[in-house]
T-cell receptor, first 118, second 112 residues
Framework: GAGVSQSPRYKVAKRGQDVALRCDPI?????LFWYQQALGQGPEFLTY????????KSGLPSDRFFAERPEGSVSTLKIQRTQQEDSAVYLC????????????????FGEGSRLTVL | AQSVTQLDSQVPVFEEAPVELRCNYS??????LFWYVQYPNQGLQLLLK??????LVKGINGFEAEFNKSQTSFHLRKPSVHISDTAEYFC??????????FGSGTRLQVQP
């Protein structure tokens, strides 16, 4: 596809369940970011990949959050033992350049996966 | 800690009126500044960016923003808004080579 694709668009989970959110970046994009956007807030950085390497995971809120990009394209964000505070929209973004953002300065965002934990 | 502040959570404005959405950030050392827009049920898209050079930058849809280093601000302006400009606007800052930090957003509501 032409843009960043995320699935599922909506996910309802019971507290304690594990969830997996998928991101298909724009083909050829080197950088991939995950952000968490709580209701009424701006996106907050979770983690960054350059190709298959996870270079920054400083934003992951706990060890229940895990992300991977094994072949440098599709990425999966996994949340184990979900809690109510995990309810948010999870945004994936990709960029053709590296994390310097000096070349293009633009991130291309998907529409997000809305997670609701009951 | 480095932060981005958007003081106005909502800005109501009449169609064809001018608008300014405010953005302030902490620390002016080596910053790159962005405004993103999020239309309902769509992903964020880039409006404009400041990396270096002229402090007045122009973006899509008639928006512009001015980088003010002394005031650590990057306010977004449009001289005449349209109904179609109704959306959520996010200011974002990158310090050095780190990932973008976003503000909490300003909802622009354009009324006829």
């Amino acid at each position: 596809g032409a843009g960043v694709s995320q699935s599922p668009r909506y996910k309802v989970a019971k507290r304690g369940q594990d969830v997996a959110l998928r991101c298909d970046p724009i083909s050829g994009h080197v950088s991939l970011f995950w952000y968490q956007q709580a209701l009424g807030q701006g996106p907050e950085f979770l983690t960054y990949f350059q190709n298959e390497a996870q270079l920054d995971k400083s934003g992951l809120p706990s060890d229940r959050f895990f992300a991977e990009r094994p072949e440098g394209s599709v990425s999966t964000l996994k949340i184990q033992r979900t809690q109510q505070e995990d309810s948010a929209v999870y945004l994936c973004a990709s960029s053709p350049g590296t994390a310097s953002l000096m070349n293009t300065g633009e991130l291309f965002f998907g529409e997000g996966s809305r997670l609701t934990v009951l | 800690a480095q932060s981005v502040t958007q003081l106005d959570s909502q800005v109501p404005v009449f169609e064809e009126a001018p608008v300014e959405l405010r953005c302030n950030y902490s620390s002016s050392v080596s910053v790159y500044l962005f405004w993103y827009v999020q239309y309902p049920n769509q992903g964020l898209q880039l409006l404009l960016k400041y990396l270096s050079g002229s402090t007045l930058v122009k973006g899509i849809n008639g928006f512009e923003a001015e980088f003010n280093k002394s005031q650590t601000s990057f306010h977004l302006r449009k001289p005449s808004v349209h109904i179609s400009d109704t959306a959520e606007y996010f200011c974002a800052v990158s310090w050095g080579r780190r990932a973008l930090t976003f503000g909490s957003g300003t909802r622009l509501q354009v009324q006829p």
